[in-house]
């Protein structure tokens, strides 16, 4: 059998085997194609839980309310205010850590009021190769990943997730804004929605891949490697200088090195 075909069969028996289940659920490919398997497996017995914080992509908020729609699935929303967390705040390097903590601790609670079994999250067996202190928490916690214990990678998921024909296929990977600030400077509201009105600009131009890491009145623009020369086409450079000047920046920079996950974490050494 097809390896891939052997990962989604021990999917659906893992999932089969929780018998209900609470999904942490983002609207990325990871996550969508869970709540998919996991809704075929289990019918009414799963339940999506969508985050709405300060820290997460409005746009994201919208996608992922789309799709639980359309596979029929009980979505509920936490709106949890993590920036009343000081010690989050202070953004040290177990910054995901204390996030996720708070997180899935708060998701573990509707979890036994639903009376249901298991919370899971859209982890897969590639997260474990980048510095990822959230994992300590998803663990302490005893939150399931199912797409990690069925070993399947971001690959596996996004070519399974073409064959059912899932729009979240080749959706480009995201994460909160709060990685797009360097440990130790302060994360605040006013950082982070600057963050995301340079994003969702320069993402509206026509570039699937973008993230603005912020440096004080620096902004980094990574983008995929294969529109880097794109972003210096003069009308569209001159357009998204204008922009981000006008929500503060002083400097903009282009990172030659294009958008790579964990960016951030370069500087941990």
């Not at 609207?27 to 339940?47: M, N, Y």
């Amino acid at each position: 059998m097809n390896i891939r075909r052997e990962k989604l069969k021990n999917l659906r028996k893992i999932l089969s085997e929780m018998e209900s289940v609470l999904i942490a659920y983002s609207g990325g490919v990871d996550s969508t194609f869970l709540l998919k398997v996991a809704r075929e497996e289990l019918g009414d017995k799963v339940t999506a839980v969508t985050i709405k914080s300060e820290i997460h992509h409005l746009s994201e908020i919208t996608i992922a309310k789309k799709m639980a729609q359309k596979f029929k699935v009980k979505h509920l929303f936490i709106d949890i205010s993590i920036l009343s967390n000081k010690e989050f705040v202070n953004n040290p390097k177990e910054r995901c850590y204390i996030c996720k903590k708070e997180i899935f601790s708060r998701i573990s609670e509707i979890a036994k009021e639903l009376n249901l079994n298991f919370v899971a999250d859209g982890s897969n067996c590639d997260d474990i190769r980048d510095y990822r202190p959230g994992m300590k928490a998803i663990r302490e916690l005893k939150i399931r990943s199912p797409l990690k214990e069925a070993l399947l990678g971001k690959d596996d998921i996004r070519f399974l997730s073409k064959e059912m024909g899932l729009p979240t296929w080749n959706k480009p990977s995201n994460s909160c804004l709060a990685t797009r600030i360097p440990y130790g400077d302060e994360i605040t509201q006013e950082k982070l929605k600057r963050i995301e009105q340079a994003e969702s600009f320069i993402h509206n131009l026509g570039f699937e891949q973008v993230r603005v890491r912020y440096y004080n009145k620096l902004a980094k623009i990574e983008v995929g490697e294969k529109d880097l020369l794109l972003l210096m086409e003069k009308d569209l450079k001159k357009k998204i200088i204008v922009k981000l000047k006008k929500l503060g920046f002083i400097y903009i920079t282009l990172d030659l090195q294009g958008y790579r996950t964990g960016s951030m974490n370069e500087e941990l050494g």
